[in-house]
């Protein structure tokens, strides 16, 4: 069963604007990934967080991890259009990952 | 640097015929090695993963089976297909350390009628 749920699972915003996702897990993790997809294309990792990490930044991506809640965010700052895609929290044991159904964002220009 | 291979990008197959996937990998050496399936609008459900040549773990009970016969080779496999196998099935590959991201190939777009 799928671990990580993205909420919302679908978002629209106006170029500029920032876009935030957010995932939920259920069980303790070694880490936590967000990763992009573009549509038909393979998934281009984004940024990892560790569990004993709180917040990482990546030009203009933000991730934080609450540990406590179970739940991770995804800020993208300043969208852009090419900023449109699926995107994909990933919860990480061992050596595998479980992937949530993902958050599909559209930036109109 | 290292890539990632996957072909072929789509491949049409009727019920019942047998399947080959093939991904390479280039510019590294022991990485582990996984094959997804990804059902339309949804998130990727891990099907195999290989620590080494030879050594598979299958996550799902399934019509499937994977190999791989060299360090950077991984092919997903079927004796016969069924209409449930349709689907986007992704290759990746990490370093086999802990706390590393995996990096996916194009993926190949199967349609079975």
């Known amino acids: 069963s799928q671990q990580g749920e993205e909420d919302p699972q679908a978002l629209s915003i106006q170029e500029g604007e920032n876009a935030t996702m957010n995932c939920s897990y259920k069980t303790s993790i070694n880490n936590l990934q967000w990763y992009r997809q573009n549509s038909g294309r393979g998934l281009v990792h984004l940024i990892l967080?560790?569990?004993?990490?709180r917040e990482k930044h990546s030009g203009r991506l933000r991730v934080t991890l609450d540990t406590s809640k179970k739940s991770s965010s995804l800020l993208i700052t300043a969208s852009r259009a090419a900023d449109t895609a699926s995107y994909f929290c990933?919860?990480?044991?061992?050596?595998?990952?479980?992937f949530g159904a993902g958050t599909i964002l559209r930036v109109k220009s | 640097s290292q890539t990632i291979h996957q072909w072929p990008a789509t491949l049409v197959q009727p019920v019942g015929s047998p399947l080959s996937l093939e991904c390479t990998v280039e510019g590294t050496s022991n990485p582990n090695l996984y094959w997804y399936r990804q059902a339309a609008g949804r998130g990727l459900q891990l099907l195999f993963y290989?620590?080494?040549?030879?050594?598979i773990s299958s996550e799902v009970p399934q019509n499937l089976s994977a190999s791989r016969p060299q360090d950077r080779q991984f092919i997903l496999s079927s004796k016969k297909l069924l209409l449930s196998d349709s689907g986007f099935y992704l290759c990746?590959?990490?370093?086999?350390?802990?706390?590393?991201?995996?990096?996916f190939g194009d993926g190949t777009r199967l349609s079975i009628l």
């Open positions: 290989s620590v080494g040549i030879g050594q």
């Open positions: 990746a590959w990490d370093k086999g350390q802990s706390n590393q991201p995996q990096h």
């Open positions: 967080i560790r569990s004993n990490e």
């Open positions: 990933a919860t990480g044991y061992g050596n595998k990952l479980v």
